[in-house]
């Protein structure tokens, strides 16, 4: 079943598909899925359709509007007039770009509205509540602290958090705080049937379902919130009825539940790290629980459990970060232990507030809130602190889907105590996958991307790597570093910038690399004679006049020209002309005349010719 989910499961256009439209200007109709995100000078929110120019369609679109003065909210029904249009993929196969994004939530176009206009708002109290709680947090505690707390409460995906303080707790392996999941609900279910206790059976059970109920209705059907819940009802009743569950039985219920009802839901990225996660608690934690209270001193024994359900869930989910993000936290382990005694009073806390948030006055709130907002803080420092460790995200790049599949066979005798005699294929297993992994990694090559008539170039060898830029604003530095840590790359040797215009991203450039070569005052990035050298990588000047350059990456050797003079006047030179070549990559977009000239000189020097 799972198989068939990764395969078949994914979603694709209906017959009557927004996207059959892509590339017109049309009228739309439709209903906003959830409240707009709001950016800088924009918001986009997913659209269910109703009618195109007066016709009947169904689907999904992403309406994105600019300015946005006033976002639009889940349950509002627009009326839109754009130009309907295939959302672009990412720079590189490797970088999740819109399109990705939008597939996984059933959509394949975006509407850019030149017009747009309310047609009715419907009553949503469910929305409403969410947005209320997640605005009285952030109005008392500010946006960092209050965005924290209304996470807790809500799940990421329901709250828009400051982008630099998700990234702090992606990088330092907490990200699972910040998604509503089964933490999350064990705090809440817990602290209630503690409560109940003394009370009767029907009562607990009430109030147990009550408590899940409420958690799905504020969290969302999100996957990894819709799996919590089945899996906790099912808990509940097993233990009410006196009976005793078996963990790996309940999650396999649930998991074949869910994809029974939704198989789409197994390329789900939330949906399998969840259960991965799950399945480590389940499977390996009480193992690993023993054993460190049998090997452990006595004194930090108290620290077993912990260190259990953190290294499970660790090792359980390290070939899905791999394959999905081709990083992984460095230290989350020491991060979890750290944040484990602020957690869950600071989820519990979060989730009273919630409740009261609605009622009491801002004063009354503020005053409530302050224990929790210094836990808050208290967090995100911690978070940050992390964070900036040394080398705190390993970035591995992205292994093949195949090396993925051998290492996971190879943690099996690890991770399963029934298994361990098999521990010694294991090992093998695992070099194996790392071994394969590395020689793609330390190869030569060069990578290419662009996007807006901006171009990139990464030429990488033995591990190492140096870029050039077409451009030098803030969105190219943004995207050259994607691309830079999408193969593994956190920094690089030198970058060289062809921009001549003076850029405010420097800072974002000297983060990335030992050195950065831009034009100054009119002066070319490279003056005849100069070079930029790292082991294994040299770019020097092609011709003595013009910005034409001869890249050597390892064994390989190519021309980079990037603009149209520079490739009139390489053809007229014998030195760019001469030799073999690996490829020649051009900083911009060539003409039919300039790709004909091209293919005439590529079957002369059998060469590639990118983009």
């Given at each position: 079943?799972?198989?068939?989910?990764?395969?078949?499961?994914?979603?694709?256009?209906?017959?009557?598909?927004?996207?059959?439209?892509?590339?017109?200007?049309?009228?739309?109709?439709?209903?906003?899925?959830?409240?707009?995100?709001?950016?800088?000078?924009?918001?986009?929110?997913?659209?269910?359709?109703?009618?195109?120019?007066?016709?009947?369609?169904?689907?999904?679109?992403?309406?994105?509007?600019?300015?946005?003065?006033?976002?639009?909210?889940?349950?509002?029904?627009?009326?839109?007039?754009?130009?309907?249009?295939?959302?672009?993929?990412?720079?590189?196969?490797?970088?999740?770009?819109?399109?990705?994004?939008?597939?996984?939530?059933?959509?394949?176009?975006?509407?850019?509205?030149?017009?747009?206009?309310?047609?009715?708002?419907?009553?949503?109290?469910?929305?409403?509540?969410?947005?209320?709680?997640?605005?009285?947090?952030?109005?008392?505690?500010?946006?960092?602290?209050?965005?924290?707390?209304?996470?807790?409460?809500?799940?990421?995906?329901?709250?828009?958090?400051?982008?630099?303080?998700?990234?702090?707790?992606?990088?330092?392996?907490?990200?699972?705080?910040?998604?509503?999941?089964?933490?999350?609900?064990?705090?809440?279910?817990?602290?209630?049937?503690?409560?109940?206790?003394?009370?009767?059976?029907?009562?607990?059970?009430?109030?147990?379902?009550?408590?899940?109920?409420?958690?799905?209705?504020?969290?969302?059907?999100?996957?990894?919130?819709?799996?919590?819940?089945?899996?906790?009802?099912?808990?509940?009743?097993?233990?009410?009825?006196?009976?005793?569950?078996?963990?790996?039985?309940?999650?396999?219920?649930?998991?074949?539940?869910?994809?029974?009802?939704?198989?789409?839901?197994?390329?789900?990225?939330?949906?399998?790290?969840?259960?991965?996660?799950?399945?480590?608690?389940?499977?390996?934690?009480?193992?690993?629980?023993?054993?460190?209270?049998?090997?452990?001193?006595?004194?930090?024994?108290?620290?077993?459990?912990a260190i259990a359900v953190s290294w499970a869930a660790l090792i359980?989910?390290?070939?899905?970060?791999?394959?999905?993000?081709?990083?992984?936290?460095?230290?989350?382990?020491?991060?979890?232990?750290?944040?484990?005694?602020?957690?869950?009073?600071?989820?519990?806390?979060?989730?009273?507030?919630?409740?009261?948030?609605?009622?009491?006055?801002?004063?009354?709130?503020?005053?409530?809130?302050?224990?929790?907002?210094?836990?808050?803080?208290?967090?995100?420092?911690?978070?940050?602190?992390?964070?900036?460790?040394?080398?705190?995200?390993?970035?591995?790049?992205?292994?093949?889907?195949?090396?993925?599949?051998?290492?996971?066979?190879?943690?099996?005798?690890?991770?399963?105590?029934?298994?361990?005699?098999?521990?010694?294929?294991?090992?093998?297993?695992?070099?194996?996958?790392?071994?394969?992994?590395?020689?793609?990694?330390?190869?030569?090559?060069?990578?290419?991307?662009?996007?807006?008539?901006?171009?990139?170039?990464?030429?990488?060898?033995?591990?190492?790597?140096?870029?050039?830029?077409?451009?030098?604003?803030?969105?190219?530095?943004?995207?050259?570093?994607?691309?830079?840590?999408?193969?593994?790359?956190?920094?690089?040797?030198?970058?060289?910038?062809?921009?001549?215009?003076?850029?405010?991203?420097?800072?974002?450039?000297?983060?990335?690399?030992?050195?950065?070569?831009?034009?100054?005052?009119?002066?070319?990035?490279?003056?005849?004679?100069?070079?930029?050298?790292?082991?294994g990588l040299v770019l020097s000047l092609l011709t003595d006049k013009?910005?034409?350059?001869?890249?050597?990456?390892?064994?390989?050797?190519?021309?980079?020209?990037?603009?149209?003079?520079?490739?009139?006047?390489?053809?007229?030179?014998?030195?760019?002309?001469?030799?073999?070549?690996?490829?020649?990559?051009?900083?911009?977009?060539?003409?039919?005349?300039?790709?004909?000239?091209?293919?005439?000189?590529?079957?002369?020097?059998?060469?590639?010719?990118?983009?």
């Open positions: 079943m799972l198989i068939k989910g990764l395969l078949w499961g994914a979603p694709s256009p209906g017959a009557h598909d927004p996207s059959l439209l892509n590339g017109r200007t049309v009228e739309l109709i439709g209903r906003l899925h959830a409240d707009a995100r709001v950016f800088d000078t924009s918001c986009s929110a997913l659209i269910a359709v109703d009618r195109i120019d007066g016709r009947r369609f169904r689907g999904r679109t992403e309406v994105v509007l600019q300015p946005c003065l006033n976002p639009p909210q889940q349950g509002w029904q627009l009326k839109l007039t754009g130009a309907l249009k295939a959302p672009q993929a990412g720079v590189h196969r490797l970088v999740s770009g819109p399109a990705s994004r939008l597939h996984r939530l059933g959509s394949w176009s975006q509407l850019r509205a030149d017009q747009w206009q309310v047609l009715h708002k419907s009553w949503t109290p469910i929305a409403d509540a969410r947005r209320s709680v997640a605005a009285r947090f952030q109005q008392v505690a500010g946006p960092q602290r209050g965005g924290l707390l209304a996470a807790l409460v809500l799940g990421g995906a329901q709250v828009q958090l400051p982008a630099e303080l998700r990234e702090a707790f992606r990088v330092a392996g907490l990200s699972h705080a910040l998604a509503a999941s089964g933490f999350h609900l064990s705090v809440v279910l817990g602290a209630v049937l503690a409560i109940a206790r003394g009370l009767s059976r029907p009562f607990r059970v009430s109030l147990g379902c009550s408590a899940l109920l409420m958690f799905l209705t504020l969290a969302g059907g999100q996957p990894s919130v819709v799996r919590a819940v089945l899996m906790g009802a099912t808990a509940l009743l097993i233990r009410e009825s006196d009976q005793r569950s078996r963990g790996a039985g309940v999650l396999l219920f649930t998991l074949i539940l869910m994809l029974l009802i939704r198989p789409d839901w197994a390329q789900s990225v939330g949906f399998q790290l969840s259960a991965a996660a799950t399945a480590g608690l389940t499977l390996s934690a009480p193992g690993v629980e023993q054993q460190l209270l049998r090997c452990c001193p006595s004194r930090i024994r108290w620290l077993a459990s359980w989910t390290l070939p899905l970060q791999l394959l999905h993000f081709g990083s992984t936290p460095l230290y989350a382990l020491v991060a979890n232990l750290l944040a484990a005694p602020l957690l869950a009073p600071l989820t519990l806390s979060a989730m009273g507030l919630a409740v009261v948030a609605l009622l009491l006055p801002h004063p009354l709130l503020v005053g409530l809130s302050w224990p929790v907002q210094q836990l808050a803080g208290m967090l995100i420092s911690l978070v940050h602190w992390i964070s900036h460790w040394p080398a705190a995200q390993l970035l591995s790049g992205h292994p093949q889907p195949w090396v993925v599949l051998l290492m996971a066979f190879g943690l099996i005798p690890w991770v399963i105590s029934s298994q361990r005699g098999l521990r010694g294929f294991g090992v093998v297993t695992l070099l194996s996958a790392v071994f394969l992994h590395a020689v793609v990694q330390l190869g030569d090559g060069v990578v290419v991307a662009s996007r807006f008539g901006r171009h990139w170039l990464l030429a990488r060898h033995r591990g190492r790597a140096a870029l050039v830029s077409t451009h030098a604003e803030p969105q190219s530095c943004r995207f050259a570093k994607q691309l830079a840590h999408s193969h593994g790359h956190r920094r690089l040797d030198g970058i060289v910038l062809l921009d001549p215009v003076a850029s405010e991203a420097m800072g974002c450039w000297m983060s990335m690399a030992e050195h950065v070569q831009a034009p100054h005052q009119g002066h070319l990035p490279l003056l005849k004679g100069q070079r930029l050298r790292s082991e013009g910005q034409a350059f001869q890249l050597q990456a390892g064994e390989q050797r190519w021309r980079l020209l990037p603009k149209p003079q520079v490739l009139w006047a390489a053809g007229r030179s014998s030195s760019a002309r001469s030799g073999r070549w690996t490829g020649t990559w051009l900083g911009f977009k060539p003409t039919q005349d300039q790709q004909r000239w091209l293919h005439r000189l590529k079957a002369k020097d059998a060469m590639r010719v990118d983009p």
